[in-house]
């Protein structure tokens, strides 16, 4: 018995150490375990923020170099510009007729189907004038204006120029409106910096602040024909241009406007970083000419060129074997009063050389009506060089009051550009106001008008005789004898094809 006592108190005993061992290890792994997470809290273990302490210079330091580095050039040119670019939406209504409808409901409207636009554009007077591009208002019937602050205002069509892709809008405000500041185009290096400006997608957005995208200028002095207009001297840019960018500004690092974002190359129809921008000199000749007289007056100088090939100059003995030859000289013509002859060789216009009916064309539009510019001519195998006044192809008007269409003098760049054979009679349509009596005649522009004729006053509606309209004094001559709600019937040519049609005077 007290064997077994013994024995038992032994493995009590053992027990007793074991457990006493086991916890006094554990205490000290504890204690180990502890100390190592106290070591790895402060070699940088969690939290994973550091709490930065007000009176830490070095980490200051570094971050006012930092924000120094994040305002830079780009950022101050879109902040300065930003707050003058506007979003430019339009709505076209056009009146569907659908024949079983018009059979039961014949005194009834047609059906409205609108369409939807958006562009952009930018304020260039602080009155409220905001330039964008004629493409982007084109045929709109309402204009809506949306400036960066989120404001929004109704646009009136102050001027527009199809061939230059140039429009003027005017938004009457009660205060002020930001003007970006207009650069220097004349004088772009390729590889510096090019920042677009604008709204793409805005529909998708909603919203009234506007996207910059930054890039390079590529290229300057680009050509491009874009809907059947030819467009010299464009700006490249590899900033991202998209729908909705038409008619922003271009912008340098200085945030001044150097160009109007007007196209883009693409097999997608979106930006594949070859976009293109009006320069902004080019676009400061028309400003003036689109709000005092809604139009661009057209430079006229009153020549017919025909080019100059080796043949032609063996026979008339020139010295040179390049060049445009004067075959015709408009009558009474800036070209005839500064002395051009028929037989002179034009080498120069102004600071451009021409050799090519395209390159006369080329300098041609760099001309400003109004200015003198020097043609550099040879003459019996001589060279001189004569100033010419330059003038503006004569409008009429008059057609605007009663028609809502303007004529001027056919010229031959105004031929070639509408494919007209002929053009020494008659009297072209230059612009047609969407809604007026031309436009519901279906006159367009580029119509040559040839002949007119007068609906007489009797029960049988009966025209006059046809009045062969050669110059832009007969057109006036016949206008002057119409009266308020005449039937007018005109024959014109469109291209190739002669094309009758009716109009009604309205007087405006």
């Not at 330039?131 to 019937?141: G, K, P, Y």
């Not at 004569?394 to 056919?410: D, H, I, R, Y």
Request: glycine share 10%; charged share 25%.
């Amino acid at each position: 018995m007290d064997a077994r006592i013994s024995k038992f108190s032994k493995i009590v005993l053992i027990l007793i150490l074991f457990s006493a061992g086991a916890a006094g290890g554990y205490l000290l792994l504890s204690r180990e375990r502890l100390g190592s997470q106290r070591t790895w809290m402060q070699d940088g273990g969690p939290p994973y923020f550091i709490e930065r302490a007000a009176a830490d210079t070095e980490v200051a330091s570094t971050e006012a170099e930092i924000t120094h580095s994040r305002n830079n050039a780009i950022v101050q040119a879109a902040r300065k510009v930003g707050s003058s670019v506007v979003s430019v939406s339009t709505v076209q209504v056009e009146i569907v007729r659908d024949p079983w409808f018009d059979l039961f409901y014949p005194f009834r409207r047609g059906m409205e189907r609108k369409h939807y636009g958006l562009g952009s554009g930018f304020i260039i007077d602080k009155r409220g004038y905001i330039l964008t591009n004629q493409h982007v208002i084109e045929d709109a019937d309402t204009i809506k204006i949306s400036l960066a602050n989120g404001e929004e205002f109704e646009a009136r069509v102050v001027g527009a120029d199809y061939e230059s892709d140039l429009a003027m809008l005017k938004v009457d405000a009660k205060t002020d409106l930001p003007a970006a500041e207009l650069g220097d185009s004349s004088d772009l290096l390729v590889g510096e910096w090019a920042i677009a400006i604008g709204n793409p997608f805005g529909f998708l957005l909603k919203d009234s602040q506007p996207t910059v995208t930054v890039g390079v200028v590529s290229a300057t002095d680009r050509s491009l024909r874009e809907n059947g207009r030819v467009f010299d001297n464009l700006i490249q840019t590899d900033a991202s241009i998209n729908p909705g960018n038409s008619g922003g500004p271009l912008v340098n690092c200085y945030g001044q406007v150097i160009g109007v974002n007007t196209a883009i190359f693409s097999t997608s129809g979106g930006s594949q970083g070859v976009g293109f921008a009006i320069p902004i000199n080019n676009a400061k000749q028309k400003i003036n000419e689109l709000i005092q007289y809604g139009m661009v007056m057209e430079p006229w100088v009153g020549v017919e060129y025909q080019e100059l090939n080796k043949d032609i100059a063996a026979h008339l003995g020139s010295p040179v074997s390049e060049g445009l030859l004067i075959s015709d000289i408009a009558e009474g013509g800036p070209a005839e009063k500064a002395g051009l002859m028929r037989g002179d060789i034009v080498v120069k216009i102004g600071d451009q050389s021409v050799r090519t009916l395209d390159e006369a064309t080329a300098a041609g539009k760099l001309l400003k009506s109004g200015q003198e510019a020097i043609f550099r001519v040879v003459r019996n195998g001589e060279f001189q060089d004569i100033t010419v006044k330059v003038g503006s192809a004569e409008t009429a008007e008059v057609a605007k009051a009663w028609f809502g269409m303007v004529v001027q003098v056919p010229t031959r760049e105004a031929a070639k550009k509408y494919g007209l054979s002929s053009y020494r009679k008659g009297v072209l349509v230059i612009q047609v106001d969407r809604n007026s009596p031309a436009d519901a005649a279906e006159l367009r522009r580029g119509d040559l008008i040839l002949t007119m004729a007068k609906e007489q006053a009797d029960v049988f509606r009966s025209f006059d005789e046809e009045i062969e309209i050669k110059t832009i004094d007969d057109f006036r001559k016949f206008v002057s004898g119409i009266r308020s709600g005449q039937r007018i019937r005109i024959v014109f040519k469109r291209k190739e094809k002669l094309w009758r049609t009716y109009l009604a005077a309205v007087r405006s």
